[in-house]
């Protein structure tokens, strides 16, 4: 199966700031079939970004992915309070479905 | 707008059982494959178990396969997962999600999830 190592494990910034969070697969991710999740505490997982770089229904422009085979990036721009949560992404494209680890973003 | 309610979640020992249920609104529940994804405490999600619309073909990860089953109710807008010989190693949140239209294994729409926590 397809392992997805996320990287920073953790961070802090200040509103307004620009965020890049990675996602590195241990082998080529079939047709660039990566999604990114967002989860804040107590919540259900929202989809934010699939096929790498589409953004799901109502998810606002200051979220974008991009990358192919095996690096993809999220970029948050402008941070907002409420960004705060945990980021995790998930191979789509073969079986069975893995994720990384999740990328906890905490905003002061 | 889509929800999806899971419950039945508790403590279990080891080597029990105990059954998941996903109540589902706010789409055409026959129309969506759904699936179970877990997450156990200080780790990441792991996807569990999927079912096609018509509960016809099921698929299961490998630390679940034999153990658990899922099913579904379309009469009822209901998902299910059925857990036996639970091991300390299955204690986790456990989400219910709709499989999205357009490939097997995205997951568009979550619900907040139940947990079970196994334990002597």
């Known amino acids: 199966e397809i392992v997805l190592t996320q990287s920073p494990g953790t961070l802090s910034l200040s509103p307004g700031e620009r965020v890049t969070l990675s996602c590195r697969a241990s082998e080529t991710v079939s047709s660039s079939y990566l999604a990114w999740y967002q989860q804040k505490p107590g919540q259900a997982p929202r989809l934010l970004v699939y096929?790498?770089?589409s953004r799901a229904t109502g998810i606002p422009d200051r979220f974008s992915g991009s990358g192919s085979g095996t690096d993809f990036t999220l970029t948050i721009s402008r941070l907002e309070p409420e960004d705060s949560a945990v980021y995790h992404c998930?191979?789509?494209?073969?079986?069975?479905?893995?994720f990384g680890q999740g990328t906890k973003l905490e905003i002061k | 707008e889509v929800q999806l309610v899971e419950s039945g979640g508790g403590v279990v020992r080891p080597g029990g059982s105990l059954r998941l249920s996903c109540a589902a609104s706010?789409?055409?529940?026959?129309?969506?494959?759904m699936t179970w994804v877990r997450q156990a405490p200080g780790k990441g999600l792991e996807w569990v178990s999927t079912v096609t619309w018509n509960g016809v073909s099921t698929n299961y990860a490998d630390s679940v396969k034999g153990r658990f089953t899922i099913s579904r109710d379309n009469a009822k807008n209901s998902l299910y997962l059925q857990m036996s010989s639970l091991r300390a190693e299955d204690t986790a949140f456990y989400h219910c999600?709709?499989?999205?239209?357009?490939?097997?294994?995205?997951?568009?729409?979550w619900g907040q999830g139940t947990p079970v926590t196994v334990s002597s």
């Open positions: 999600a709709r499989v999205d239209g357009s490939s097997w294994n995205l997951f568009d729409y």
């Open positions: 998930q191979q789509y494209g073969s079986s069975p479905p893995t």
């Open positions: 096929g790498a770089a």
């Open positions: 706010g789409f055409t529940f026959d129309d969506f494959g």
